[in-house]
């Protein structure tokens, strides 16, 4: 059974920093891309960031140069790490993964919260 924990939520002070991970299993994820997307309270769920097999990044213009996703083939583990937070960071974040080859997401973790105070 193929499985995505998120874990690394909480309740941080504006400015402050976060690490989310999200851990990988029941299959082997060579050669998929993995991301990470968010859903605020009466919002629709939006792209945070993206990173390829071979480690090319993606980051949406809203999270540039303060949010840093990275992995761990070795671990089926990806991270994402959040410097900088604002109050309109607060959302469910969650992990995904999809073929290389495919632009559908055919894999979702539960989501963790991450809320930010100002």
């Known amino acids: 059974q193929v499985q995505l924990v998120e874990s690394g939520g909480g309740l941080v002070q504006a400015g402050g920093s976060l690490r989310l991970s999200c851990a990988a299993s029941?299959?082997?994820?060579?050669?998929?891309?993995m991301g990470w997307f968010r859903q605020a309270p009466g919002k629709e769920r939006e792209f945070v960031a993206e990173?390829?097999?071979?480690?090319?990044?993606v980051h949406a213009d809203s999270v540039k140069g303060r949010f840093t996703i990275s992995r761990d083939n070795a671990k089926n583990t990806v991270y994402l790490q959040m410097n900088s937070l604002k109050p309109e960071d607060t959302a469910v974040y969650y992990c995904?993964?999809?073929?290389?080859?495919?632009?559908?997401?055919?894999?979702w973790g539960q989501g963790t919260q991450v809320t930010v105070s100002s």
């Open positions: 990173i390829s097999w071979s480690g090319i990044k």
């Open positions: 029941g299959r082997t994820f060579r050669g998929y891309a």
């Open positions: 995904t993964a999809r073929p290389s080859d495919s632009a559908k997401y055919n894999y």
